[in-house]
Nanobody, 121 residues
Framework: QVQLVESGGGLVQAGGSLRLSCAVS????????MGWFRQAPGKEREFVAT????????YYTNSVKGRFTISRDNAKNTVYLQMNSLKPEDTAVYYC??????????????WGQGTQVTVSS
């Protein structure tokens, strides 16, 4: 069983930065594509970013391109989401997720419990 634990959320002013981390259990971390998703109050969960197992393929939703960066450290079984130039509309619960195979915007098998990010104006 794969377990994911997010950390790094918090309250930040608009224009600020946060780095989310997601620690993943298991010995085959590099075989999983990883993704970040978010869910704002009253809205459906949406895709934010994804990265393949060896960290070369990265894809972002348009609203975060140029501001967010997804990365991973396979030696530490951890995936990161560096968030810069944060906006109030980035406020949401952020989730990391894992799937076998290539990076993608859906079809994730395993999910973390989420971490709250709040951006004040």
């Amino acid at each position: 069983q794969v377990q994911l634990v997010e950390s790094g959320g918090g309250l930040v002013q608009a224009g600020g930065s946060l780095r989310l981390s997601c620690a993943v259990s298991g010995r085959t971390f590099s075989s999983y594509a990883m993704g970040w998703f978010r869910q704002a109050p009253g809205k459906e969960r949406e895709f934010v970013a994804t990265i393949n197992g060896i960290g070369r393929g990265r894809y972002y939703t348009n609203s975060v391109k140029g501001r967010f960066t997804i990365s991973r450290d396979n030696a530490k079984n951890t995936v990161y989401l560096q968030m810069n130039s944060l906006k109030p509309e980035d406020t949401a619960v952020y989730y990391c997720a894992a799937r076998q195979g290539v990076a993608g915007t859906g079809g994730y098998e395993y999910w973390g419990q989420g971490t709250q990010v709040t951006v004040s104006s």
